[in-house]
């Protein structure tokens, strides 16, 4: 085990280069799955990837179509398998991994805080700046360069049974892989998930997400008179739906940050005492996290609990965005017919999207202000999710990342959300390791994202010596 190893490590090393510039030109593809003008970027990262499989060894590779009549702008899946894998020494089939990742991006606005053009990879001081260099092309780039290591120096074997699959979606709700994994679940057969699409704690500190929150992704609309007004004719008279988007807002939360939908915490589950002591002993700088990551002058959030439970375990709500009106240079002064808020909520375990969605409709609809029609609608939507620690998997995970950085794996939560991982428990009724190798400061879905690439090649080597593990 350890000679198959460290033969795929040594390839991956001699290799570094190559990978890097591989990962270059996938980047170079501007796959923004929430633009309808770059759906051919999208397809075209989406053939890349599939060709690169295809040429490491991988079989049955192709893409699969998840656009509909009902869904015309579905991203495709790209999925592999190599299924070939030898029983174990105690006779039971090798264990099946499913590899996941996403070649789909955000935009990269605002361009002009980019110090490097977004869509030309650029390397500085040791790290790779471009859009989706961390989130999750860097990172899903891994899991094919482990594949190719091993593949390369086990005679065109792997140590386990693998299948892949990766998304063109997952920045807007993940809604194609979501219906796939419910309607042909048996394409996926697998013992566990490898996700890579989440971050270590810090520099040089092996770390496996345990927890991740759910989400439900919403727009209010707010709809007042038939047609844009003139507002010195019809200003005190007319009902403006700006106006009545911010009283709204203005109640859905406190001076606090406590959200006042009624309801809403009800099903909340608190961490454990085990989980709140293990975070606390975390290297934590709430001081540096303020100045260095977030870069206001104050933090803000509910009274009574720390950093770490705010942004990992308990429930927030925000306002993205609100377009309408007149947003050009100069004036023009109408109060437009209708306004849109975008507002998201993440959720923690035990809160479910359809029961928070529904408490948050029934209160916007309660405070509706006079003279204006709300339509509140759900954009997208997923489960939180806490797994379990105590399976060989998680074990193999920390043992293999305790080989490539020499310190014990740490736990924790993630505030974001990866919707897949709740889909493939309830749907496949596999756990999922969570393996990611980002940094808290990589600027995720920000300008001047970046992937730090030490932690690119330690990456490949530990995924290598997970699956070795598995294998053996």
Not at 418 to 430: A, C, N, S, W, Y
Request: hydrophobic share 40%; proline share 7%; glycine share 10%.
């Amino acid at each position: 085990m350890a000679d198959q190893a460290k033969a795929a490590v040594e390839f991956a090393q001699k290799n570094g280069e190559r990978f890097v510039e591989e990962l270059k030109a996938l980047l170079r593809i501007p796959s923004i799955s929430t633009l309808p003008e770059h759906a051919g970027d999208v397809r075209r990262a989406a053939e890349f990837v599939a060709a690169e499989l295809k040429r490491i060894g991988m079989e049955h590779v192709r893409l699969i179509e998840t656009a509909t009549a009902e869904r015309p702008g579905g991203h495709p899946l790209v999925y592999a398998d190599w299924l070939n894998g030898a029983p174990a020494a105690d006779g039971k089939p090798a264990p099946t991994v499913l590899c996941y990742g996403h070649y789909d991006v955000q935009p990269p606005d605002p361009l002009d805080e980019w110090k490097s053009p977004p869509f030309e990879p650029a390397e500085r001081e040791g790290n790779l700046y471009a859009r989706g260099a961390v989130d999750d092309k860097g990172q899903m780039w891994m899991h094919v360069k482990a594949l190719e290591a091993l593949m390369e120096t086990g005679g065109g074997k792997l140590p386990v049974n693998v299948r892949v699959i990766v998304e063109g979606e997952e920045e807007v709700g993940g809604e194609g892989i979501a219906d796939f994994v419910r309607e042909h679940g048996d394409q996926l057969r697998a013992d566990v998930a490898l996700v890579s699409d989440t971050e270590m704690f810090a520099a040089d500190l092996p770390t496996l997400c345990v927890g991740l929150r759910g989400m439900i992704y919403t727009e209010i609309e707010a709809r007042g008179a038939r047609t844009d007004l003139h507002s010195g004719m019809y200003g005190g008279a007319a009902p403006n739906p700006f106006v009545a988007l911010a009283q709204v807002i203005a109640k859905l939360k406190d001076a606090d940050g406590k959200i006042l939908i009624p309801g809403f915490y009800d099903k909340v589950q608190k961490p454990s005492d085990a989980e709140l002591t293990a975070w606390k002993a975390l290297p934590f700088d709430e001081e540096h996290y303020r100045e260095t990551e977030v870069g206001s002058i104050a933090l803000t959030g509910e009274p009574g609990y720390s950093v770490l439970e705010r942004t990992w375990a308990r429930p927030t709500l925000d306002v993205h965005g609100m377009p309408g009106g007149f947003t050009g240079a100069g004036a023009k002064t109408v109060i437009p017919a209708r306004a849109v808020a975008k507002v998201s909520m993440r959720l923690v375990p035990d809160m479910t999207p359809a029961e928070s969605f529904a408490q948050y409709r029934a209160y916007v609809e309660s405070i509706c202000p006079k003279g204006i029609v709300l339509e509140v609608r759900l954009i997208h939507s997923g489960d939180a999710i806490v797994v379990s620690t105590d399976n060989r998997y998680i074990q193999a995970a920390t043992g293999a990342m305790h080989e490539v950085f020499g310190k014990e794996t740490v736990f924790v939560r993630g505030g974001g959300s990866i919707p897949i991982v709740g889909d493939f428990e309830r749907e496949l009724k596999i756990p999922t390791v969570m393996m990611g190798f980002g940094l808290p400061d990589d600027n995720l879905h920000a300008p001047n994202e970046k992937f730090h690439l030490a932690n690119f090649h330690r990456g490949i080597e530990s995924i290598v010596r997970f699956f070795v593990r598995l294998g053996g």
